[in-house]
């Protein structure tokens, strides 16, 4: 069993930065580990996936070369490195953990955490 707790949102202007911490309870090394974000009215939809190993990453088109993910077993944690914000980049933002599946379907994530607030002001 892992749980999922996210940090680190909260309200930046258009072009800000923030950094998304995701912390476990149990041992993730196991998982690949991505982020998931939600708007209100739109369905939650994929941002990025790290392999357990870290070797791969993938992301959205809608925030390739804005957003990172990084991954630190030793710590249980992973993390996503948000630059250049625009407005509709403001959703809550999930981590969660995947054992096998597809990376960009919710469907293959096996354990969520609570969900983080990102709001970005124009």
């Known amino acids: 069993q892992v749980q999922l707790v996210e940090s680190g949102g909260g309200l930046v202007q258009a072009g800000g930065s923030l950094r998304l911490s995701c912390a476990a309870s149990?041992?993730?090394?196991?998982?690949?580990m991505g982020w998931f974000r939600q708007a209100p009215g739109k369905e939650r939809e994929f941002v990025a996936h790290i392999s357990w190993s870290g070797g791969s990453t993938y992301y959205a088109d809608s925030v390739k070369g804005r957003f990172t993910i990084s991954r630190d077993n030793a710590k249980n944690a992973a993390y996503l490195q948000m630059n250049t914000l625009r407005p509709e980049d403001t959703a809550v933002y999930y981590c969660?953990?995947?054992?096998?599946?597809?990376?960009?379907?919710?469907?293959?994530?096996?354990?969520w955490g609570q969900g983080t607030q990102v709001t970005v002001s124009s």
């Open positions: 969660a953990a995947r054992y096998s599946g597809t990376y960009y379907s919710a469907s293959s994530y096996a354990y």
């Open positions: 149990g041992r993730i090394s196991s998982y690949g």
